[in-house]
Each structure stands twice: as C-alpha cells, then as structure tokens.
C-alpha cells in the first residue's frame, strides 16, 4: 500500500509512500536498481539536521558511500552560483556513471540535485526524496529538474526521470506551518484538473490534514502522485495532456518571479495563480459559479489566499509573464477549466489575463 | 550526394555536407523543420570575423531572427562562466521554446551551444554548423554536448540530437594548419576502427587531403559521418557499440587534462592515444604488426604525433586517467583493435594503461 509504479518504458520506476520510509531508502534503492556505490546525499541547511544523518545511515545499511552535500535552504540555491559547487563537491566525491544522487529535501534540492544529475557525466541515476508537501505530492514525479535564472524561474534545465521516489509522510511533522499550506495548493490542483471526488475528499479531510494526521496525509500525497504518474505516463516531455498539470502556475510563475523569488512561496503563488485561472475559466470556459465557490473554498480553508497581495508590482509581472516558456506570440497556452476534475488548454492574450488579475 | 538522414527515431535529422553550403543555412533549417523565429547564431571570435555575417545573412533570408553570441574562441570557453554569458544573451534575445540555436564553429562552439539549447527551458532545437575538421568529421554529429570541470573534460554535459549538421567543406580553407591536422585524426579513427578499406583510401588521398582539395575533404568527412551515424543510430546513448568511438580518446582525454587544456589539441591528444591504444592492441589483442605498422604510419602521415610528447606529466596524468568517465573499479572499458576496421571495448586496468605509454 501506497507502492506503485510509474511506467516510462526505459524510465520506469517505483514510487513509495509512507510514513518512516526514509529508513528504508537504502534497501528501496538497492530494489530500484541502485548499485551500491559512492553516491551523494544532496540536501539543504533545514533538511541536514533533521533528517540527514537518518537518510545518511539508512543508505550506508544498504552499502552505498554518499557524500553529503548541503546546499542553503530557499530558493535562491536554484542557481548557477550553487550548482557550480554541487558539482565541485561530485567531483571531490569522485561520482562516476554507476554513482547516484539522492535528493532529499523539497522542489527547490530536488530541481537542483535533479539538474545536478542530469547533466553530470551526461546523466547519472537520481532519487528524488522529498521532504515537503509540495515536492511530495507534486515536483519528485515527473522529471523536470532545473534552475532559475536571473530573468525568470526554471529557464534552465533538463527532463531526468528519477530512478526512485520515497515520500516519507512522518518528514511533513516538521515542516513550518506556511510551507506545509503552500504544499496543499497542489494537492488541491489535482482535484480540480482531474478528479472531482478529489475535491470532496479534500473538503472533508481539510481538519486532518492540517493536523497532519500521517494516514491522512499518506492517502492525500499518494493520491496526487497517482495522478501526476498518470498524466506524465501519457505525455513525458509535456507535448499535450502534461500541459494541464501547469493549471495556476502560469500566473504563479510570473507572480513568484515579479515578487522577488522567496517572497511569495510556490504553493502561495499557485493558489492565486489558481484563483485568477478560476475567473478566467468563468470568463472563457463557462466554469459554473457553484464549482468556482466550491474551489476557491477549498483553497481558503488549506489556509491560502486566492487573490493578489498588497503591493503587487504591475510591470514586474507583465514582463515575467511574457517571458513564460508557454508563450506564444502575444499569448500563452493557458490551463482552464470547464468543470471541477476537467481541465484544458486554450490560448489566451497576455491582457485577457491580465485583466483576470485586478 | 553528400546528404543523408540520422535515423534516430523521434530525434531524426538531416546531415548535409557540400563547399558552400552556408550559403543555403536558412533554406536547410527550413526545410529540416527548424520554424523561422527568434534565435540565437553563437560563434566564436575566430569564426565571426570569417563566417559570421554569411550565416546570419543565410538565416535572414530565410526568416530568421539570429541574435549574434560571440564567446572568446579556445578551450577555456566550455567553462560554467562562458555558459553563464550564454544563457544571459539567450534570455536578453527573448528566446522561446520554438527558438533555435545555430553552433557555429569547433567543437568548443557545438558543444557548449549545444549544451545551452540542451538546457534552455529544457530543451530547444539546435543545429549545428562545424567548421573545423574536428567538429566536420566527427564531434558534430551524435548529440554528445558539454562543457568541461577544472577536474576533467567534458564532465558536465546531456545528450542533445541536433536538428540538423551542415558541414560546408569550404570553411575549412581558412582552418590553421595545426587545427586541420589535428581533425585528421579522427577520421584515421574511423578507418581504425571500422572501414579497413578507408585506412587505404586516406593513405592514398593524403597529398590531396594535405593540400585541402574541395572535392575530397567532401569524401572524408560524409564517410566519416556516415560512420559516426551508422553507429550513432545503433546506440545514441554509448551503452554500448557507441564505445568503440572513443578509441584513442581514453587515453587522449587524460592527455590533454594533464598537460592543461589547450595546449595539446584534441586530436592531437587523439593521435597519441591511438599511439597507445595501437601499442595496447598489439599486447592485448593480438594486432598483427603491419596493421599497425600502417596505422602509426598514417596517423604520422598525417603529420601527427603517435608517442607522448616532451614534458609528459605522469602524475596528473595518471590523476586525471582515472577520473575516466568510462572508469569502473581499478580499470577503464578500453577500445582495442584487433586488426584494422574492427574494433571491441575490454577492461583494462590502470596499470596495464599506463604501462603501455612508457
């Protein structure tokens, strides 16, 4: 329970969810192919103390050698800056083909060691760990991996399919209150791209969620990271049905990048991401008002706003959602919706969008 | 004559090999699917005074929109920080995904542009442009892309098929002699390892080859393609026939790690590491002495060192040896010869490896 795989043909692997399977990453790697071997721990400066020496020990029981590498936490590490040391730390480490990296932290470790990966040697085997809600029931599936650069966020990067995923739902305990909300703005895009019931469930379980109930939590990750495995399943390099898994996050990237990185969270900027999708989807895809209600409530009882904040910068953002690597001409592929649990893409014009915002 | 197709399913892609072929760029890319918007055209600063504005010339005329990316020419530019100008031009220019980048130049040029197009919003078209034998006979074609670490060449890097390869013969006029030299070498590997008969027709077209003759530098470098596609197609990412190219290249590799990049060419690195490998295949692999007898004695022809050269660095060499990608335990997968036209990898060890040089 809470196994299974995503199949990817040549880039098939497993997937575990559960609460205390980070003491266990050792053997899962060893199941998922891994050869023991020198390898990397790539983790940041909140993830190390907590959980690193356990992810270290569990890895070394099973006769792998990691380096550790700890890189600052937040977002500013997704950086060509921090990436250079990663890879004078692999190399120090003396990583060769057979080594792996084990990324065990949220999006922001795991786009890094993922990119690290990908690109070291021409591509070595990662394991995506995830610590937070986000990454667990989202940014660990799916292979895209990637830094930001100055001009915009994940403008550099890689498709690497991970060779494994372990969610260890116990790790969320400690995960600050904001960052655990941000996580459910995910969770909750699944239930409105393409599961319905999903959205009833998160309704009824919001209570134990936010207390982090583990049995609640594990259902909640593992449910969403069938989801994406499904989607990713059918589209790997996001040629079409892939497209929807990016409802919110059009104005959420432009909205984190015209921010200033780390001022707004990426969940927090999904959830108004997802609000402006939500009037647009009533604007252009007759998304009828009580299934708007419905979604905009969820997101507010997960805690997170659905509107802009105080002091949104007009021009920063006009700019950053030009630069969105879906655009278009004078537009963007745009994900709507038509219904709760059925989602699409349209093209829609930058100020069609725009004005969805004020 | 001249044209062909890389069979690579999804990442297929024409090769066109012609004096004057620049000329036609932009009717190539055209035609080989590349859309006629924004791109980048990255040269280096030897290449754009001789072929810069002919190429943007050809791609305007065809529709497209080059930013012109200049990098300082030499080895040291397949650096982090070289990249990093890169990926700020390409932001700057408003690259898309539909975007392109045009490599033109060496095999420092290709590799870094084409790891830039590897990893610019994970992943756009590239098409590559070589003008130098090098680049011409072997390291344009294959999809291999990357830039080196202080600690070892070529250690960070993707596979990234290219669009499209346009090798215009004519450009190589202009080539240093040491530079055309150097490229001769790989085309001697290919003859090495896999066409017996084109040990005999480089033999008797080397006064032609020597005095730059249109026509037949034309013939040796499609050959050359062709067997680089050939093997390219069985095996895109080196798991296992696509070894057998790096004959030479083990040892040549550490060479020029060793005696600090730049200060041995490529393939001139490539020249003594044939040297060795030759010595190597006769030791191990029972090379009968007249192959490589004409062996050495076409590499020489060619005017190219087959032993190491005065001032050899043992000990970094040896450092740099065995932090062979291709390492596995206390030996390297060597490629060997057992007699001219058939090559095989075996695993030797360090040792063994340096031996063989002394």
Partial sequence: MGDFIVELAANAHPVHVAAGALDRLGELARAAGLKPARAALVTDSNV?????????????????????????????????????????????????????????????????????????????????????????????????????????????????????????VATLATLPEREFREGLAEAIKYGAIMDAPMVAALEAAMPAILRREPATLAEIVERSLRHKAFVVQSDEREGGLRKILNFGHTIGHALEASAGYGSLLHGEAVAIGMGAATALSRACANLPAPDATRLLGLIEAAGLATRLPAGWRGAEFDRALKLDKKRAGAGVEFVLIDRLGHAFTRELGFDEIIAALA
């Avoid at 590498?69 to 692999?90: F, I």
């Fill in 48 to 168: 190390a103390p907590l959980y690193g020496d356990r992810a270290a020990r569990a890895l070394r029981a099973a006769g792998f050698d990691p380096a550790i590498v700890v890189v600052a936490a937040g977002e500013a590490s997704k950086s060509l800056a921090t990436l250079a040391t990663v890879y004078d730390r692999l190399a120090d480490a003396g990583l060769d083909r057979s080594s792996a990296i084990f990324a065990l932290g949220g999006g922001v470790v795991g786009d890094l060691a993922g990119f690290a990966a990908a690109t070291w040697m021409r591509g070595i085997a990662v394991a995506q760990i995830p610590t937070t809600l986000v990454a667990q029931v989202d940014s660990a599936l799916g292979g895209k991996t990637g830094i930001n650069h100055p001009s915009a966020k994940n403008l550099i990067g890689a498709f690497h399919q991970p060779r494994l995923v372990v969610a260890d």
